[in-house]
């Protein structure tokens, strides 16, 4: 769906841009009526490839995050969560505002409200999230007598607009944020 700009590729999320280094991808389930004049975004290094509010806002973060990034190493967590905590305060002024950016090192997830399908009213929650524990199982194996089966665990955090299954999902409040790596909620902990 879209909101703005045509059905086409250059308009397709995620977005994604290189910056220190990283691959940094975005995506944004909402809507930002005119952000380019209420904004007044003078791109310098990131510009818009598509014509989406979603790729504009993107591209304003990246702005945002080019002084932490650019130098030879990643900055903390907490410098790079107070930037994204300030761009998801300022872009919720402006309209719905449901974010999920990784910098290739972490996930950050900031729930807003929806347009709900009946009608026109924005409600809480934006985002839920569903924690899962998946056992991947690897075939046996045998080498030179000794028979292996290897069965391993691992940790995957779902985020959508609504919940997609009868889970156990976590509806986020409106303004939250979460950061997540390797499948587990790193903040808050």
């Known amino acids: 769906m879209a909101t703005q700009g045509e059905a086409s590729v250059r308009n397709t999320q995620p977005f994604s841009r290189e910056l220190g280094g990283r691959q940094h991808v975005f995506a944004h389930n909402g809507h930002f009526a005119d952000l380019d004049k209420q904004l007044e975004i003078s791109p310098k290094r990131f510009r818009s490839i598509g014509s989406t ?39 919720r002024q402006f309209g719905i505002a449901n974010f999920i950016y990784s910098d290739s090192d972490f996930t950050f997830i900031h729930s807003h409200k929806r347009l709900v399908k009946s009608g026109l009213k924005n409600h809480s929650p934006g985002l839920h999230i569903l924690h899962r524990d998946c056992l991947i199982k690897t075939p046996e194996s045998q080498i030179d007598g000794l028979k292996m089966k290897v069965n391993k665990r691992q940790q995957v955090i779902i985020v959508a607009s609504v919940p997609l299954s009868d889970e156990d999902w976590k509806a986020l409040s409106a303004g939250e944020i979460k950061v997540l790596q390797s499948g587990e909620i790193v903040i808050p902990e």
């Open 53 to 91: 509010d979603s790729e504009l806002a993107f591209c304003y973060l990246m702005e945002k995050m080019t002084d932490i990034w650019d130098d030879e190493h990643a900055p903390s967590l907490s410098e790079r969560l107070q930037i994204f905590t300030s761009f998801c305060n300022e872009m």
